[in-house]
């Protein structure tokens, strides 16, 4: 069986190289417009999107993942990090931070449910996207304050997810599905 959201669903895929093509303003408000619909625990939105189209402030919060990241071994980093050119962004038009209050159970779930409707409101527009977590190492260095200062975070808000959106210039295929993921309990 299947239906247009179904396919969607099925279609949407990690993109991991861009065309600089800027989001156009419709775009982009309907993809915000999907984030916020997302539902969330007794609807209490412990959310906040931050919308950074800023280059050079992508460039600095990758440099400061990298910072973080190198700081390990390298058998406990991702391989993606032994190329020097590798940008956790990969050069996205555009990237939306997910943060929230640390502690609360439900926020980073809300926040997870939020930034699977970005991902598919994009596919849906024609765009591609790619969740993000590795930027979470930037706030785990001296710059953590100014870095959350920069996207607006609002106070006591942290880094929860990101995810870049734009004109994929990439193909890729669905990915392998695990074995043994499903029980059917009656
Ligand atoms: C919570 C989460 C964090 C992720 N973080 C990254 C990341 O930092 N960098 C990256 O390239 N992909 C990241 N991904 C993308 C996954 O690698 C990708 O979803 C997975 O390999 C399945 O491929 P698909 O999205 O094309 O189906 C992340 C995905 C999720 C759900």
């Given amino acids: 069986m299947t239906n247009e959201t179904l396919a969607l669903i099925s ?30 625990a007794v609807n209490r939105q412990l959310w906040h999107f931050s919308v950074v189209t800023n280059q050079a402030l992508l460039d600095e919060i990758n440099a400061a993942t990298r910072e973080n990241v190198m700081k390990r071994a390298p058998e406990q980093r991702s391989p993606r990090f032994a190329d020097s050119q590798f940008h956790v962004f990969y050069h996205a038009p555009t990237v939306i931070f ?24 994009a596919e849906s527009l024609g765009l591609g996207s790619v969740i993000l977590g590795m930027p979470r190492e930037a706030f785990q260095t001296e710059r953590a304050d100014a870095l959350r200062r920069a996207l607006q975070f609002p106070e006591g808000y942290d880094f929860v997810i990101a995810i870049a959106v734009g004109v994929p210039a990439d193909t890729k295929d669905a990915h392998p599905v695990g074995e043994g993921k499903i029980s059917f309990v009656d």
Wanted: proline share 7%.
């Fill in 11 to 40: 279609s949407r895929r990690s993109h991991r190289a861009y065309t600089a093509a800027p989001l156009t303003q419709e775009q982009q408000d309907a993809i915000l417009r999907a984030a916020v619909e997302a539902p969330s």
């Fill in 98 to 121: 997910l943060s929230a209050q640390p502690g609360s159970v439900y926020a980073p779930i809300d926040c997870g449910i939020a930034v699977e409707n970005i991902a598919l409101a």
